[in-house]
């Protein structure tokens, strides 16, 4: 079965509103990690957050490893956040490149 | 700035025909990857390396051969192409704290 399941798989939002993404996976993971791919295909790393909570900008990741899930809460959206945010996690500790994808949420932000 | 570069970015091929995509890191990381992704699966991992000379089946390797003849290059190779192997094709980079992708590569197999 799929390791790693995101939801909702598509969201829309007015400008300003804050969005919450949901990531759950089946296996321990070493490290979780959320991506943006925007519109074009380019992928880039947000976060890297196995536990916790982690912020950067607008972006805040929260982790509970003991019940294998995790959040990504964009506040105070921009049109240019519209694209897929994908979730992956690393279950071999190694380097990060050895991943499974969740298959992603597309968020689109209306002006 | 942390790079990897693939080629080409789009590529027609026909069923039964070889087919080379290429990928150049400027990164300097041992680790090297290719995925594809298709509708609904998010991205896929399909064969990886830990440095030059070395390759590694991923999770859905039948069907592709890896080549690492250095540390910068990374070769996906599809010796017999299928209708089933149309999809993009991303290439990576990483270390144990940060990973960098490619473009990707927009195969069809016609």
């Known amino acids: 079965g799929q390791q790693v399941q995101q939801s909702p798989a598509s969201l829309v939002l007015q400008e300003g509103e804050n969005a919450e993404l949901q990531c759950n996976f089946s296996?321990?993971?070493?490290?979780l990690q959320w991506f943006y791919q925007s519109p074009g295909g380019s992928l880039v790393s947000l976060l890297s957050?196995?536990?916790g909570t982690k912020h950067t900008g607008r972006l805040t990741s929260t982790t509970v490893t003991k019940e294998r899930r995790s959040s990504l809460h964009i506040s105070s959206s921009q049109t240019t956040d519209s694209g897929t945010y994908l979730c992956?996690?690393?279950?071999?500790?190694?380097?990060?490149?050895?991943?499974?994808f969740g298959a992603g949420t597309q968020l689109i932000v209306i002006p | 700035e942390a790079a990897v570069t693939q080629s080409p970015r789009n590529k027609v091929a026909v069923t039964g025909g070889k087919v080379t995509l290429s990928c150049n890191q400027t990164?300097?990381?041992?680790?090297m990857y290719w995925y594809r992704q298709d509708t609904g699966h998010g991205l896929r991992l399909i064969h990886y390396?830990?440095?030059?000379?070395?390759?590694e089946k991923g999770d859905i390797p039948d069907g592709y051969k890896a080549s690492r003849p250095s540390q910068e290059n990374f070769s996906l190779i599809l010796e017999l192409a299928t209708p089933s192997q149309t999809s993009v094709y991303f290439c990576?980079?990483?270390?144990?704290?940060?990973?960098?992708f490619g473009k990707g590569t927009r195969l069809t197999v016609v």
């Open positions: 992956a996690i690393d279950r071999w500790g190694s380097a990060l490149g050895r991943l499974h």
């Open positions: 296996s321990t993971a070493t490290q």
């Open positions: 957050n196995p536990s």
């Open positions: 990164n300097n990381h041992n680790n």
């Open positions: 390396s830990y440095g030059a000379g070395s390759t």
């Open positions: 990576a980079s990483a270390t144990n704290t940060e990973v960098f």
